[in-house]
C-alpha cells in the first residue's frame, strides 16, 4: 500500500508539471508575437522618422539654393533659375537612396519675408506675381497626390497599414545687407592715364585732357549783329561733333540772314554734310567756296524769313560730325551774310584746353609703339642748349620779335643761370618779352622796357596765358618737363619736350589732389575712373533688388578716411542710393593724400558698418575693399612708409573686422596690386578675393562684371 501510494504521488506531481511548462510555453509564445509585432512597429517608425529628416534635409538645401538664386539680379528672371537650383538641390539630397521632384507650381512658393516689429520674427508672406521676391518656400513630398509616391512600410503592412505621407517645409530669406565699400585713393589711381605706363597698356590721356574745362568754347558778336557760340564734343570713336548756336540782336536794322557758311578743312566737308542738323529753316547745306563770303567749307541757304527778320530776337542751332584730327588742327570760320553785308568769327577748335602755342595734341595712341621724336604736339626745348627749330624762329618773327630778341631767345648762353624756364614760357607763347633792345616789340607794342641786354629774365616777362588750376605754376611745370624722370620712366625722349602731354602728366603726376585739380575728378584718370563707374553698377544692382540693403562708403589713402572725417565726400549707411553713387563720381586719385593706408581704411569701414545711425543688427555687415597696388603705410603711424609692417597691419584689421561679424570681399586691379595679401584678407574674412587687369577697356569690362556679382552676393538663412 506504501509502495502505491508513493508512485500515485510521483505520477500526480509529474502531471502537475507538465501542464504548468504547457502554459508557461503559451504565454511565451503570445509575448513574443507582441513583441515582434513591437519591434516591427518601432522598425516602421524608426524608418518614417529617419525619412522625415532626410526630407527635411532635401527642403532645407533646396530652399537655401533657391533663396541664393534670388541675388542674381543681372541672371534674367531670378525665379527661373531658383526653380532650377531648387530642382537640383533636391534631386541631389535624396530620400531613401531617391532624389526628390518638386511641382514648380505647387512646391516652390516666392514672396517676400520681413521682421514683424512685434514678435522680432520673419513673417513669409506669399506672392507668385513678385518679380523681386526676397525669399522662397520649398515643400518636399512623398505623398498622395506628389510627384513622389508615399513612404512603403514593412511590418506595418501586417496590420493593413502599407504606406505613410510625409511633408517637410523649409523657408529661406536673403538676409539684408549693411554694405561699406572701402575705396583705394591713393595716387597711383592715376597711373594708367600716365606716360609711364605706355609701355605697358595703351593709355587713355587724351580722354583726361578732353575732360577737363575747355577755354576755347567761347561766344563772339560779328559785324552784323550776329552772336556764335561754339561747343566741341568729343565721340571718344575718332571723331567729334561741333555745336554752333547762332542768335540775332534785337536790332530792326540789322538784315536777316541770307545764309551762313562754317569754314573747315575739305577733307571734313562730305562728313559734315553728310550728319549735319539744324534747327532753323535752311536747304540742304552745300560745300564748296562761297563766291560772297570768299569761306570754303559748309554752307547753309536760308528757307523764307531769315534768322532776325524784323529784329526778332531768335536762335539757331547747327551742328556736325567731323574727324577729330581736323577738331585739333584748325580754325573755324563762322561767316554771315545779311542783304550785301558779310562779317564772320574766327574760333580756334580743340576738344579740350589749350594753351599758348600747347595748341595742338598731336599723335592720339599712346603705346608701347609711340615715338615722342615724331610728335607734332610736342616742342622740344633742350636745356643748355641753343635751339634750332626753324619753325619756332619764324613763329617769334610772327609775334613781332627783332632778329637781335629772336637770336637771345633761341640762345641757352643764360640757362645754368636760371634763365632756361623764362625763355621756355615765351617760345611756348606763354609770356611776351620786354627785352628793352631798341625796336623790339616791347617798343611796337608800347610796352615797359627791360634791361635791354640778351638775358631773358623773369621781371621782363608779361604773362599772356594764367596758369588755370589750384596748384603747380608754369615755372614748375618748365622744371618738371627738364628734370622730372617720372615723365623719362616711359620714354627719354619726353624730356625737354613741351606741349599738351607733358603738361596733362605734369597734372596727374604732381597735383592730382582734390585741393590742387577738382577738375580731373570729372575726367576718366584710369584705373580711378573704371572703379568708380564698377562701384556705380554695385548701386545700380542693389537698388534694383528692392532688397532693403544699405549702402556707406570709407576710404583711405596715406590715413583711413570716413564720413565722419570727410561728410561731404564719403557716406554712413542709408538707402539714398543716388547719393552715395554722386559722391562716388566725385572721388578722383590722391584726392587728399598719396601713399596706401589699407588698414586703416579697414578700420574706416568698420565704423561706417557700426557707428551709422542706421546700422542695423539683424543685417548681414559686408565690406568690399578696392586697391590697386600695396600697403606702404602702417597703422599707428600713417607717415611712416613700411611695406612689411603695413601688410600685418592689413591682415590684423581684417581679422578684427571678421571677428566683428563683418564679412569682407576684396577687388584689385592692376598687375602691381599685391593680389597675394587681397586674398589673405579675403580669407580671413571669410569672403571672396576678385582681381581685374589687362588693358583699360579689359579690366573695365571685368570690374563691372565683379561689381554686378558683388552686388548679388547676398546671405540667406532658413526662417522656418
Not at 388 to 402: F, H, M, P
Not at 574 to 600: C, P, Y
Request: glycine share 10%.
Amino acid at each position: 500500500m506504501r509502495s502505491f501510494t508513493l508512485r500515485q504521488s510521483v505520477t500526480g506531481i509529474h502531471s502537475i508539471g507538465h501542464a504548468r511548462r504547457a502554459t508557461a510555453a503559451v504565454q511565451v509564445l503570445v509575448c513574443m508575437t507582441t513583441l515582434l509585432g513591437v519591434g516591427a512597429l518601432v522598425i516602421d517608425v524608426g524608418m518614417l522618422y529617419n525619412t522625415k529628416a532626410e526630407l527635411q534635409k532635401s527642403a532645407d538645401a533646396a530652399a537655401l539654393a533657391a533663396a541664393t538664386e534670388l541675388g542674381n539680379a543681372g541672371s534674367g528672371d531670378v525665379r527661373i533659375s531658383a526653380r532650377e537650383k531648387a530642382q537640383q538641390f533636391a534631386t541631389g539630397n535624396q530620400v531613401l537612396s531617391e532624389g526628390i521632384l518638386l511641382d514648380p507650381g505647387a512646391d516652390i512658393v516666392f514672396g517676400r519675408a520681413f521682421i514683424d516689429s512685434q514678435t522680432g520674427r520673419y513673417q513669409f508672406v506669399p506672392d507668385a506675381a513678385e518679380p523681386f521676391p526676397n525669399a522662397v518656400r520649398v515643400i518636399a513630398r512623398r505623398a498622395e497626390g506628389s510627384l513622389n509616391k508615399p513612404v512603403s512600410l514593412y511590418f506595418a503592412q501586417a496590420m493593413g497599414i502599407s504606406a505613410r505621407n510625409l511633408t517637410a517645409s523649409a523657408t529661406a530669406v536673403l538676409i539684408p545687407r549693411d554694405i561699406v565699400v572701402v575705396a583705394d585713393l591713393s595716387a597711383s589711381h592715376t597711373y594708367d592715364s600716365q606716360l609711364r605706363s605706355m609701355k605697358q597698356t595703351s593709355i587713355n590721356l587724351r580722354d583726361v585732357w578732353t575732360h577737363l574745362p575747355n577755354n576755347n568754347q567761347a561766344t563772339q558778336t560779328d559785324g552784323l549783329g550776329f552772336t556764335s557760340a561754339i561747343s566741341v564734343v568729343d565721340n571718344f570713336n575718332g571723331t567729334s561733333t561741333i555745336h554752333i548756336s547762332l542768335s540775332s540782336d534785337a536790332s530792326e536794322a540789322t538784315k536777316a540772314l541770307s545764309h551762313v557758311t562754317f569754314g573747315i578743312p575739305e577733307g571734313a566737308w562730305a562728313t559734315a554734310a553728310a550728319s549735319a542738323t539744324t534747327s532753323g529753316s535752311y536747304a540742304a547745306p552745300s560745300l564748296g567756296v562761297d563766291p560772297t563770303t570768299g569761306v570754303a567749307g559748309i554752307k547753309f541757304d536760308a528757307i523764307g524769313n531769315g534768322l532776325g527778320e524784323d529784329g526778332a530776337v531768335e536762335t539757331h542751332d547747327f551742328s556736325f560730325t567731323v574727324d577729330s584730327a581736323y577738331v585739333s588742327e584748325v580754325n573755324l570760320l563762322v561767316a554771315t551774310k545779311a542783304g550785301q553785308d558779310i562779317s564772320g568769327a574766327d574760333y580756334y577748335l580743340s576738344p579740350g584746353p589749350t594753351f599758348g602755342n600747347m595748341n595742338r595734341w598731336g599723335t592720339e595712341t599712346l603705346n608701347s609703339r609711340y615715338n615722342p621724336s615724331a610728335d607734332t604736339g610736342l616742342l622740344r626745348l633742350p636745356y643748355n642748349q641753343t635751339w634750332s627749330d626753324s619753325n619756332l624762329r619764324s613763329w617769334l618773327g610772327a609775334q613781332g620779335y627783332i632778329q637781335s630778341e629772336i637770336d637771345a631767345l633761341m640762345s641757352s648762353g643764360y640757362d645754368s643761370s636760371g634763365y632756361y624756364p623764362p625763355r621756355v614760357a615765351v617760345a611756348l607763347g606763354l609770356a611776351r618779352w620786354r627785352s628793352g633792345i631798341p625796336g623790339g616789340l616791347w617798343q611796337k607794342l608800347g610796352e615797359p622796357a627791360g634791361n635791354a641786354n640778351p638775358v631773358v629774365g623773369n621781371t621782363e616777362l608779361t604773362w599772356l596765358v594764367e596758369w588755370p588750376y589750384n596748384g603747380g605754376s608754369w615755372n614748375d611745370y618748365i622744371n618738371y618737363v627738364k628734370a622730372n624722370t617720372m615723365v623719362s620712366l616711359s620714354n627719354g625722349n619726353f624730356r625737354y619736350r613741351y606741349g599738351l602731354k607733358t603738361l596733362v602728366n605734369y597734372m596727374l603726376d604732381k597735383y592730382p589732389e582734390q585741393v590742387n585739380t577738382p577738375e580731373l575728378a570729372d575726367c576718366p584718370v584710369q584705373p580711378m575712373e573704371a572703379v568708380k563707374e564698377a562701384a556705380a553698377e554695385l548701386i545700380t544692382i542693389v537698388r534694383s533688388l528692392d532688397s532693403s540693403d544699405q549702402i556707406g562708403l570709407a576710404a583711405y589713402g596715406t590715413y583711413g578716411y570716413g564720413p565722419a572725417d570727410k561728410p561731404h565726400d564719403l557716406s554712413w549707411l542709408t538707402d539714398e542710393f543716388a547719393q552715395v553713387e554722386a559722391k562716388i563720381h566725385r572721388l578722383q586719385a590722391g584726392m587728399w593724400t598719396r601713399s596706401t593706408n589699407i588698414a586703416q581704411g579697414v578700420d574706416k569701414g568698420v565704423r561706417v558698418l557700426y557707428d551709422s545711425e542706421k546700422a542695423r543688427a539683424g543685417a548681414a555687415k559686408i565690406m568690399i575693399l578696392l586697391t590697386d597696388g600695396n600697403a606702404n603705410q602702417t597703422r599707428s603711424n600713417p607717415t611712416y612708409w613700411d611695406e612689411p609692417q603695413a601688410r600685418m597691419d592689413t591682415l590684423a584689421a581684417a581679422r578684427e573686422a571678421r571677428g566683428q561679424g563683418i564679412r569682407i570681399y576684396t577687388v584689385s586691379v592692376g598687375v602691381d596690386s599685391d593680389t597675394a595679401l587681397m586674398s589673405e584678407v579675403a580669407a580671413i574674412g571669410d569672403g571672396e578675393s576678385f582681381h581685374a587687369e589687362g588693358s583699360i577697356s579689359d579690366y573695365s569690362e571685368q570690374l563691372t562684371t565683379i561689381f554686378r556679382d558683388l552686388g548679388g552676393k547676398r546671405p540667406v538663412v532658413l526662417i522656418d
